[in-house]
């Protein structure tokens, strides 16, 4: 079989090893993906972008491929929000209840609430909040992800916290939602 593009020259043991990675990491990295992009077909998109990137310095003995693909996959949608100078649409939350769900219908809204302030976040305030706490990384990894120091992840982690705090969502006792 003839191949092409990326996939040029490569052994079917580099094939397997990509498609057990591809497998194993795809369904975390589209988990990103939407929560940075906020819109699944974009976030698709973003993933394969990312994919086809990993793939041309992908190793078959590289212990960390996936730590490479979070921090292509992170440059990627803060670069689409650059280029196309969007951001996400604002959500206002008059009336919204700070109690914590009592039902499944609930911890829905709740969540749809949650994800949707985050949204509304700059672009690296989201990332810290998604890699820290909807990826459970720590700021070190958050850090080496983004490509900065400690400092900047702990203040960024703060002043999104503060935000979503003055949307009238207090993150701290959501985590059951989030686990949910």
Known sequence: MRRQGVFKGMTED??????????AASPGLLRTAVLLTGDRGHAEDVLQTTLVRVAKR???????PIAYARRV???LTRDRHRDRGRRPREVTFDGFDAALPQDAYDAVVVRDSLLA????????QRAVLV????????????AEMLGCSVGPVKSRTSRALAALRAAGLD????EEVRRG
């Open 171 to 174: 993150v701290a006792e959501r």
């Open 73 to 75: 996959l992170v440059n």
């Open 58 to 64: 992908f190793r078959a003995d590289d212990p960390m």
């Open 14 to 23: 580099w094939e397997r090893a990509f498609d057990t990675f591809v497998r």
């Open 131 to 142: 890699l820290r706490f909807f990826d459970d990384r720590s700021e070190r990894e958050t």
């Open 117 to 124: 302030a985050v949204r509304t976040l700059p672009s690296r």
